[in-house]
């Protein structure tokens, strides 16, 4: 059957987004042109203007995309497991190498965690850029927002007494997966799973290994 304009559409706006993913991760955005990006997608940059109005708007895409698909995905592996520790492992795993099998979110990272680098390069970005820095500071808060919700389920599920508030928690322990990761891409040996998940344990006020 034929497909819809609006399928059409989408299609490009997906090949797009997933040859800029990998483009900017492993070249860098100033280094990589709207036509290259446009080549490398199969499509014309008159497509990617008309879905993005430019490079500055595929990284908003790609920001928002990044966020959603992080949410969505570590909090199917979540789901996945019940000891608490487990939870935990699963949260730093899927923020390391993703929770798509070998790639990370957009699909077109290696298991060496080479989506940190489109990450990095996000960040550098919404830090510098007042538009994107909006977005990103959004898309964090929704982060934070449901990993908040998901610290008061598991009070409740594993009979814990939360050493502070839900939000501020979430917050910490965010910038602690995000921190192991940065460091974990450099030097794996040195930011093990274990020390990782013991650290997020000691956020929530365990001083043993939570089952």
């Known amino acids: 059957m034929a497909r819809t304009q609006e399928e059409r559409r989408a299609e490009t706006r997906a090949l797009l987004l997933d040859a800029a993913s990998d483009l900017f991760a492993h070249k860098g955005f100033h280094a990589t042109s709207a036509e290259a990006v446009a080549a490398a997608a199969g ?19 790609l920001l928002e995309r990044w966020v959603e698909r992080r ?37 077109a990272d290696g298991p060496d965690g080479e989506w940190l680098l489109l990450e990095i390069e996000l960040w550098l970005h919404a830090v510098r850029d007042p538009e994107l820095g909006m977005v990103g500071a959004e898309r964090f808060g929704v982060m934070r927002d449901g990993l908040a919700g998901a610290l008061v389920e598991w009070a409740e599920r594993y009979d814990l007494e939360l050493p502070a ?22 030097d794996p040996a040195a930011v093990p799973q274990a020390a990782v998940v013991d650290g997020l344990q000691r956020l929530l006020g365990l001083s043993a290994p939570a089952t």
């Open 165 to 186: 508030g839900e939000a501020e928690l979430a917050t910490q322990l965010i910038g602690l997966l995000l921190g192991a990761a940065f460091q974990h891409r450099l």
């Open 71 to 107: 949410i969505v995905d570590i909090s199917e592996v979540i789901e996945g497991v019940d000891a608490l520790g487990d939870r935990l492992g699963a949260m730093w795993e899927g923020v390391v190498v993703g929770t798509n099998g070998a790639n990370g979110p957009d699909g």
């Open 43 to 61: 499509r014309t940059t008159g497509a990617l203007y008309d879905h993005f109005g430019g490079k500055e708007g595929l990284l908003v895409a």
